[in-house]
């Protein structure tokens, strides 16, 4: 690649995905150009042009995979054809197969060095449940791909990071999984990243599992017995690390700028404060006024970055979507390519 190259999937060809496309690459065309970008989206090609027609949204000209070099502005590589039709709105196991297809495409291309980065629509898990494919969302799916045992999903809202030790299982199951190695591994590639993203000396909470930090033992003694120790062990090594600090406070500093990620132990812990500061409702309609948010994986041998949102089936067709966050997400992958592929000069949009 002579420039960044962008794969984008357009997730559940039945949800906003192909719509958020359409306006993401109509609103970043200038700025594409100016930087000598390419943004390829991947997905069923009639569902974007079904969509672009009844939106009035311009769509990019297909091309197949032969000619990605020296691409620049926005293109489409479709995906094979469905095997029933899909209709804008429903669940079935077409649009899962096609959503797949897609990251499954974008992935290859990845690993192959033809692009930059990923970036991903949002899925219906039900939808790839029914196509066959038992996954419980992208992150889990692109390890596979990608064959890493395990990954991690970080979210950020600008400056507000927040990665996840566990994320898609029981709440049971969290002290289980919630051992000194995993959290050992969420705290070095969080570390990696945030270096990545320019920051010389990152500052890293970890969350408390339990109120309080176990509240000397009276609420459970994983903090202390696990995470206390480990916290101590990277203090000594010269790392900025902190913990454990009570969940009910710690992102309240987060956004107050004294660390520059925070280590959630489990799916809501840290899902909430990220989309309580990202999403916006109407309050006089009750609509979505606003999505914003970016989803990560840490630990691939690609960058991915994501939405931070679901498929919005309510509103497909509507015009209605919202495309900041996938704008964000396009942002967010080329900052975290630029050291590899442009340099900081064209970090962002």
């Known amino acids: 690649m002579t420039h960044p190259i962008l794969a984008v999937t357009i997730g559940d060809p039945a949800g906003i995905g192909a719509e958020i496309c359409l306006k993401a690459a109509t609103h970043l065309t200038q700025r594409l150009s100016d930087h000598q970008l390419a943004l390829v989206l991947v997905g ?21 995979q032969n000619a990605l070099d020296g691409l620049t502005g926005v293109v489409i590589l479709p995906t094979s054809r469905p095997s029933a039709a899909i209709v804008p709105g429903i669940v079935s196991a077409a649009a899962g ?18 692009v930059a980065a990923i970036v991903t629509g949002p899925l219906n898990k039900e939808a790839l449940h029914l196509a066959g ?4 969302g992208h992150t889990e799916m ?6 890493v045992r395990e990954s991690v999903m970080m979210l950020a809202h600008g400056d507000f990071r927040v990665s996840h030790v566990s994320t898609h299982c029981a709440l049971e199951d969290v002290p289980r999984r919630a ?19 320019g920051i010389s000396k990152p500052r890293i909470a970890v969350a408390a599992l339990n109120p309080h930090g176990g509240e000397g033992g009276i609420f459970g003694r994983h903090d202390i017995d696990i995470t206390e120790p480990l916290v101590a062990d990277y203090v000594a090594r ?3 690390i902190f913990g454990p600090v009570p969940g ?4 309240v500093k987060l956004r107050g700028g004294a660390y520059d990620a925070v280590i959630a132990m489990y799916h809501d812990q840290g899902h909430i404060p990220v989309k309580l500061l990202g999403f916006a409702i109407d309050r006089e309609t009750g609509r979505w006024a606003g999505l914003s948010g970016v989803n990560v994986t840490l630990g691939l041998p690609i960058i991915r970055t994501s939405v931070d949102h679901g498929t919005a089936f309510d509103i497909v067709g509507r015009g209605i979507a919202d495309p900041n966050s996938l704008v964000e997400a396009i942002d967010y992958a080329l900052q975290m390519a630029a050291p590899k592929t442009t340099g900081a000069s064209s970090a962002a949009l």
């Open 44 to 64: 069923d090609v009639d569902v974007i042009r079904a969509r672009g027609a009844a939106l009035g949204l311009p769509v990019p000209k297909v091309i197949d």
């Open 97 to 114: 197969a096609q959503a797949y297809l897609a990251v499954e495409m974008a992935t290859r291309l990845a690993m192959a060095g033809k």
């Open 133 to 136: 494919y038992n996954y419980a």
């Open 142 to 147: 692109l390890a596979d791909l990608t064959g």
């Open 179 to 197: 051992t000194a190695a995993r959290i050992g591994r969420v705290i070095d590639l969080t570390e990696a990243a945030l270096r990545n993203l």
């Open 238 to 240: 010269g790392y900025a």
């Open 248 to 251: 009910d406070t710690v992102f």
